[in-house]
């Protein structure tokens, strides 16, 4: 795959690697540093980097994607004919995987405040529900379409679907790193274990190659010694909690390259 000369990179945050320095599109949270960027580095090509943080498999097909002042249009409208290589990671946000760890994150650090922490402690919390089997069949499905139009719009790239690293591994405990409740912790490891299985199934059922990024990953979650993604860590307004860090995106490359050199 050496003498490859366009490369491309969909996909949402776990993609574009937001608060990885240094940032070439803020808005999108895009670094100049995630894996697409690194791979297309070691190829010797330019990389058209047309991810997005907070994307969908929706706005990576048909719907334009708004990031504050800054509008995207559909990310495989954008994709070059004569693409050789396409690397995609989308579907977390389909299954609400980073929101449900956001939100729940952030009333976990709120239960722990002093001042607020005894009233929060009083009242019901909201009972965590992993995403519907239905919502799973979508997801897959979505990016199953993802390929497809990639595909149709490129036919000699070849395609690969770059899973997700593990955020929720064995080393992870409930702590500032990770502010919920134990329960909470459960609920939001099967969601990652969901999503693992996303991408299995519309890799088999699309004909895409498959990076598996997760299995790797798992000794390096939040709480690891070696951590390839960022925890809580407030207060952080870059976008980076809960995604992959430098190390995870040289992780994913690494991977990435020894699959394009079999």
Not at 157 to 164: E, G, P, Q
Not at 239 to 246: E, I, M, T
Request: proline share 8%.
């Amino acid at each position: 795959m050496s003498d490859v000369n366009r490369v491309v990179l969909l996909g949402s945050s776990f993609a574009a690697g937001p608060g990885i320095a240094p940032v070439r599109d803020r808005w999108a949270g895009r670094s100049a540093n995630n894996y697409g960027q690194l791979v297309a580095r070691r190829l010797g090509t330019e990389l058209v980097d047309l991810s997005v943080s907070g994307a969908t498999t929706e706005t990576l097909l048909d719907s334009p994607q708004r990031m504050l002042i800054k509008k995207y249009p559909p990310q495989l409208s954008e994709l070059p004919a004569d693409a050789e290589l396409i690397m995609i990671t989308a579907g977390g946000n389909d299954l609400g995987y980073i929101g449900s760890m956001m939100r729940l994150s952030a009333a976990g650090r709120l239960r722990s405040n002093r001042l607020l922490g005894p009233v929060l402690r009083r009242l019901p919390r909201s009972t965590a529900e992993p995403p519907s089997e239905a919502d799973v069949d979508n997801a897959i499905a979505g990016l199953e379409r993802v390929v497809d139009a990639a595909r149709k719009r490129a036919p000699a790239a070849r395609i690969m679907l770059v899973d997700y690293p593990i955020l929720i591994g064995p080393d992870t405990v409930v702590g500032p790193q990770l502010p919920v409740e134990p329960d909470e912790l459960r609920f939001l490891h099967r969601i990652g274990e969901q999503l693992v299985g996303v991408f299995a199934a519309a890799a088999e059922q699309s004909g895409a190659e498959l990076v598996v990024v997760s299995e790797p990953s798992r000794d390096h979650a939040i709480g690891s010694t070696e951590p390839w993604v960022n925890g809580f860590r407030p207060p952080a307004d870059d976008g980076s909690r809960f995604h992959p860090n430098a190390a995870g995106m040289c992780a994913s490359a690494e991977l990435i390259m020894d699959q394009l050199d079999r």
